[in-house]
């Protein structure tokens, strides 16, 4: 069973498109992130959620919304993309968010998106 | 803002050396993680830790906190274990604060 997973596993849009990325845990975790990897293969937090609540909003773009419909998804929307915005997006989940940074993480595959 | 350095970026050893990364850090944290992203990207999480040692099959994660240091140790190396080693830390708020993550080692054992 896959503990993490992300759709789609590769995105191709045009500049200005709005897309959305989904991610899904089965885990039973209470807190769930978003991290973004650029081309340099540098890894940095976007976001984090516990429990469907906002915790971490890091210098991203207002174009970037994350959405937690309930606490095993927490969803990526991007509007307006931009070529900068070309990356890998991984989501991740760990169990607590007291102890988010103290709980190991587990990753999704990840999200390569190519903004044309 | 936690800076995180790792060391060496590169590292190419022949099959069967002891390796050693290295990842330092700026300011207190909660606890520190090593990372290993595969070739094809996938990332696995080896270990947390926040004092002492760990070890996990060929593989031991030391930390020394008054130092802010940790080493990342691979004895009996083998071709298998290619891939990017990355470090993160924890700030000292725990979840709150996310990671931050060093730019990642990369390792290449050839046969």
């Known amino acids: 069973d896959t503990a993490v997973s992300q759709t789609p596993k590769y995105l191709v849009t045009q500049m200005g498109n709005d897309k959305s990325i989904k991610c899904e845990q089965n885990?039973?975790?209470?807190?769930m992130y978003w991290y973004k990897q650029d081309s340099k293969k540098f890894l940095k937090i976007m976001f984090s959620?516990?429990?469907?609540?906002?915790?971490i909003n890091e210098t991203v773009p207002n174009r970037f919304s994350p959405k937690s419909p309930d606490k095993a998804h927490l969803n990526l929307h991007i509007n307006s993309l931009e070529l900068g915005d070309s990356a890998v997006y991984f989501c991740?989940?760990?169990?607590?968010?007291?102890?988010?940074?103290?709980?190991?993480?587990?990753f999704g595959p990840g999200t390569r998106l190519l903004v044309l | 803002k936690n800076e995180v350095e790792q060391s060496p970026q590169n590292l190419t050893a022949q099959e069967g050396e002891f390796i050693t990364i290295n990842c330092s850090y700026s300011?207190?944290?909660?606890?520190l993680h090593w990372l290993q992203q595969h070739p094809g990207g996938g990332i696995v999480s080896l270990f947390m830790?926040?004092?002492g040692k760990k070890k996990h099959g060929r593989l031991i994660a030391t930390i020394n906190i008054q130092e802010k240091h940790s080493s990342l140790h691979i004895t009996a190396s083998h071709p298998r274990d290619s891939a990017v080693y990355i470090c993160?830390?924890?700030?000292?708020?725990?979840?709150?604060?996310?990671?931050?993550f060093g730019k990642g080692t990369h390792l290449i054992i050839q046969p």
């Open positions: 991740a989940s760990s169990q607590d968010w007291r102890g988010g940074a103290w709980e190991t993480q587990y």
């Open positions: 885990l039973g975790h209470d807190t």
């Open positions: 959620y516990n429990n469907k609540e906002l915790i």
């Open positions: 300011v207190g944290i909660s606890a």
């Open positions: 830790l926040s004092s």
């Open positions: 993160a830390v924890g700030g000292p708020g725990g979840g709150a604060d996310g990671l931050t």
